[in-house]
């Protein structure tokens, strides 16, 4: 009996937790979507005192992510944008390993784990941006109910807003309203669905100075976005407020947006990174976290 109870005991240490979410990023083009996931698969310059420990792309799409990140992203180029002509289920499915360190992981008190290793494995389709900017102009598209339908599938959805896009919030609060009312139209597991609203870009000076306060800018920046999603969780589901750069900082003391600007207008801004050597993203781990596990995490945060 003592031996079972060590085998036990053995596998519990030995054994990563895992914790798994599929999850579907939405938002309009230029949203910063790849670049959010391209920048997550690479993991460029990680720092040794973040709770992540690695991440690991699985399969070939993942691996086609890593590959996107290091000949685009890294020698200063933009990503293509993904095309609109594949269908829903032919999107990329692209499959991440996030392994954090144990002393970190799990805020949740009924978990104790010492020294134990989380992985937060998620599989998440990168969708062209034209769908939801299709949600608004031509909702008969037989393509968008595969679009909608296949987003039921997941467990998590990430809502992607450029922070500097403010001028089409209330454009976006059109769209995701219908979004919200199709998917609940057709939704068997009302209360149970998980919307994450990251705001990206935020390496921009106005966002970066009030990046801890991700609840004040999304309201700050998309107040009509925000009202639908607060009505929407009245009953339909669970929202959390996130802020991320897919590119960062740059310098410690006076750090400066790592970015090269190529255009700032109503979209938002178009930019590529200025020192590929010191690419440190920020931010895109907390809002998975959340996804996976219900829970927010102090340090990814
Ligand atoms: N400043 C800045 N620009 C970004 C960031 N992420 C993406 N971009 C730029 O925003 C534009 C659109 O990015 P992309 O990832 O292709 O958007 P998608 O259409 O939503 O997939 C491109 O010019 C990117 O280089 C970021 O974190 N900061
Ligand atoms: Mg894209």
């Known amino acids: 009996m003592m ?37 997550l698969a690479r993991w460029p310059n990680a720092d040794p005192k973040s709770p992540v420990q690695t991440v690991t792309p699985v399969g070939e799409a993942g691996e086609e992510l890593v590959s996107k990140a290091q000949n685009l992203l890294e020698q200063g180029l933009q990503l293509e944008p ?9 999107v990329k499915d ?8 144990g002393q970190f992981s799990w805020k949740n008190p009924k978990v104790t784990i010492g020294s134990q290793l989380v992985n937060l494995n998620i599989s998440c389709k990168d969708y062209a941006g034209e769908f939801f900017s299709d949600l608004l102009q031509r909702s008969g598209n037989p393509m968008l109910q595969d679009y909608i339908e ?29 979004f919200l009312t199709a998917i609940d139209r057709t939704d068997i597991n009302v209360g149970a669905r998980k919307i994450a609203l990251v705001l990206t ?30 009505a929407w969780q009245q009953d339909a589901g669970r929202v959390n407020y996130f802020t991320a750069s897919a590119f960062g900082m740059l310098g410690h003391k006076y750090p400066e947006p790592n970015v090269n ?18 690419w440190r993203p920020f931010g895109l781990v907390a809002p998975i976290y959340w996804l996976c596990t219900g829970d927010r995490h102090r340090e990814l945060d």
Not at 82 to 90: M, R, V
Not at 261 to 278: E, F, T
């Open 82 to 90: 993904t095309p609109l002509d594949a269908n829903a289920a032919d």
């Open 3 to 39: 031996r079972d109870l060590f085998k036990k005991y053995a596998a519990s240490v030995s054994e990563p937790i895992q914790s798994s979410a599929v999850i579907r990023v939405i938002g309009d083009r230029s949203a910063g979507k790849t670049a959010f996931m391209a920048s």
């Open 261 to 278: 600007l190529l255009g700032r207008g109503r979209n938002g801004v178009a930019a590529v990174i200025k020192d590929p050597k010191c």
């Open 150 to 178: 296949d987003c039921l599938q997941a467990t998590g959805i990430m809502f992607l807003l450029d922070g500097n896009s403010r001028r089409k919030d209330f454009e976006y609060a059109t769209a995701l309203d219908k």
């Open 201 to 230: 870009k935020c390496e921009q000076s106005e966002l970066w100075v009030n990046r801890h306060k991700p609840d004040f800018l999304a309201e700050a920046c998309f107040p009509q976005v925000c009202k639908k999603l607060q």
């Open 94 to 101: 692209y499959t991440l390993r996030i392994t954090l360190k």
